[in-house]
């Protein structure tokens, strides 16, 4: 008996290391396997935060990226486009040339402003000049003797249109050619033709006062132009139809206020 209880205790015994040896191979195990785990699930984290990170690079980079190619293709644009430079050529231009023109207009530019600037400043620096008054005298507008006096009260001989009629005017004689001076200073009003005067300067010598210069050719000067005393306005020129007879002459007519008057009265 005691026999068969040994061998039983002896298989009891080893049972029991087993048991103990598995528990301790399953514990062993299972701790490997947890620190694998974790070890696992900290590396896909890891991997995980890694693409999110590259993700996120990846979406900023085409925005970078485009911005700054759209950027460049507009300088490139600019630089070789011909009509964005001649535009920008033309606007230069123009804004030179507003310059330039006020500057002429301000009478600060150089001797070679533009003309109609050049007039408007001689004249208003002059208009002081302009001033004729009763006790002003005139020069005889062209050396030569007086043919047919002023008459407005009465009527006097044409000899050309064989009539009498009056005469507004004094009609000098001249040799064709001969020049006819400005009598005093005023400004050029007009520049006209007429049938009985010819060609016609008409001058504005200020407070209502104007003189016509009738019978001229080659006329030196320009409506708008001030001038002084002796100036030349043109020469002689061959005689209208109205004057065939009395021959080359000039017209001198004075007015005041629109109506004729007298210029000898005021000739030196």
Avoid: H
């Amino acid at each position: 008996m005691n026999k068969r209880q040994k061998p039983s205790k002896k298989r009891k015994g080893a049972g029991i290391g087993i048991a103990v040896c598995f528990v301790a191979a399953i514990i062993m195990v299972g701790t490997y396997t947890l620190r694998d785990y974790q070890e696992a699930k900290r590396q896909e984290l890891a991997l995980s935060e890694d693409e999110t990170k590259e993700k996120d690079m990846r979406e900023e980079e085409p925005e970078d990226g485009t911005k700054e190619e759209a950027g460049s293709n507009l300088v490139i644009n600019t630089e070789e486009d011909p009509t964005v430079a001649s535009s920008s050529a033309a606007e230069e231009s123009e804004e030179q040339e507003d310059a330039q023109i006020s500057e002429n207009t301000d009478g600060t530019a150089g001797e070679n402003g533009s003309s109609s600037a050049g007039i408007s400043a001689q004249t208003a620096g002059n208009n002081s000049s302009v001033n004729f008054t009763e006790s002003s005298k005139l020069l005889w507008p062209v050396d030569g003797n007086v043919l047919m006096n002023y008459s407005m009260d009465e009527t006097v001989y044409f000899s050309t249109l064989d009539q009498y009629k009056y005469n507004p005017a004094l009609i000098i004689s001249g040799a064709e050619g001969d020049q006819v001076i400005s009598s005093t200073a005023g400004v050029v009003k007009s520049i006209d033709e007429n049938a009985e005067t010819g060609t016609t300067v008409n001058v504005d010598i200020g407070n209502g006062y104007e003189l016509f210069y009738g019978q001229l050719k080659d006329v030196t000067v320009n409506t708008g132009d001030y001038v002084e005393g002796k100036t030349v306005l043109g020469y002689v020129s061959q005689p209208t139809k109205y004057y065939s007879v009395e021959g080359c002459n000039v017209y001198f007519e004075m007015r005041k206020d629109g109506q004729p008057i007298d210029p000898v009265t005021f000739m030196e």
